[in-house]
Every structure is written in C-alpha cells, then in structure tokens.
C-alpha cells in the first residue's frame, strides 16, 4: 500500500492546439504505484500566477515525497531533463521575453534541480528513448512551475524536485511546418514513467 505521493503536473492545451502531451501523461499515470508511493498528477493553467499558486497548495497539502513538472517543448526532439529554474519570468506570456520580473521578489536568483539528471537520461537511453540534459526551463510558465516547487520546498532539501520537458505529440504536427520533431505519446508516457522510478529509487 503507498504510504505517499509523487506530484506529476502537466499543463492544459493552449494557443490552437487542442491536445498537450504533458497533461495527457500526467493523467494517464494518476494512480500508479511506484515503490511505495503513488503518483498523483495535477493538470495547470498555462498562465504562470496561476499555476504556482497551485502547485503551492498542493505541495503545502500533499506533503509529496518528490514533484516532477512536465510542459511541452515546441520543436525538441528528445526528452529533455532541466537543470535549472531562474527567478525571472515574463509578464506577456506570450513569447515576446521583454518584460521579465522576479518570480519571487526575495527568493534566489535560480535554484538547481533536485532530480538525478544523470541517472534518468541514461534510464532513458537505455531503454531506446531519446534523452538529454538541459540547462534551463525558460522564462516562461515552465520555468515558473519548477522554481515555484524548489521554492515551496526549500525547507525539506531531501525532497527530489525538477522539470521534463516532452516533444510534441505526434498528432500534433500534421498542420505544422514538415520535418516538426514529435514523439509518440506511448514513448513519452514510458519515458516519464521510467523517469518516476529512478527518482523514487534513490529516496
């Protein structure tokens, strides 16, 4: 019987597609046990005051054993693993990346994840998924969601915490530019499902 969570959040649609893959494997893991614990999964607004709001309470409500974001990249390829969430984001939202503020008026500068990196991209590779390292989540709701989380649990240094960036879903691409990068939707769910076992193995 699990005896705690792992959050996994996923962000809902936006813009004009009408699917967004982090969301869909997030919801389709809701449940599943891994180790002792079991995951439960949230679906955020793509707006960053929002979503940190969330997943600040569900942090402060859950008490989660580990918390792994998840967004979608437009036009990587692999998985990619964040290293790094800076205290910046930008009040446009909308991509333009000129009027950045601090998420946090008196948090750090940025915070380094708390994930095994190393660990989850060779998992990864091994199993035939394409994977990578990344130095930085943005300064989007992304990296919003993840410095939100290592903020929220700056007081329990053990908790592993971080940030997966997936492709898009293969659906998603039929009306995009040719050759757009996509992954199937059954590898990313693997992927992140093999990603949740390496972190719940070193707690």
């Given at each position: 019987m699990a005896r705690g969570v792992v959050l996994l959040t996923g962000f809902e649609p936006f813009g004009a597609d009408k699917h967004n893959p982090s969301a869909e494997v997030a919801s389709q893991l809701d449940g599943l046990?891994?180790?002792?614990l079991a995951v439960r999964s949230?679906?955020?607004p793509v707006e960053?005051?929002?979503a940190m709001a969330r997943v600040s309470a569900a942090i402060d409500t859950l008490r989660p054993r580990a918390v792994v974001g998840l967004g979608q990249a437009a036009g990587r390829a692999v998985i990619c693993v964040e290293q790094v969430a800076v205290n910046l984001f930008d009040t446009d939202e909308s991509g333009g990346?000129?009027?950045p503020r601090?998420?946090?008026a008196a948090g750090p500068d940025a915070y380094f994840t708390r994930l095994p990196v190393g660990a989850i991209v060779r998992a990864l590779r091994k199993n035939g998924i394409p994977a990578s390292p990344s130095l930085s989540a943005g300064i989007f709701v992304c990296n919003?969601?993840?410095y939100t989380s290592l903020h929220a649990l700056r007081r329990r240094p053990t908790t592993p915490a971080g940030f997966i960036h997936l492709p898009y879903e293969a659906g998603q691409v039929a009306a995009r530019p040719r050759n757009t990068a996509s992954m199937s939707?059954?590898?990313m769910r693997q992927a992140?499902?093999?990603a949740l076992a390496v972190v719940v193995k070193e707690l």
């Open positions: 046990p891994i180790g002792n949230m679906r955020l960053s005051r929002r990346g000129l009027t601090k998420l946090v919003a969601v993840m939707l059954e590898v992140v499902e093999l």
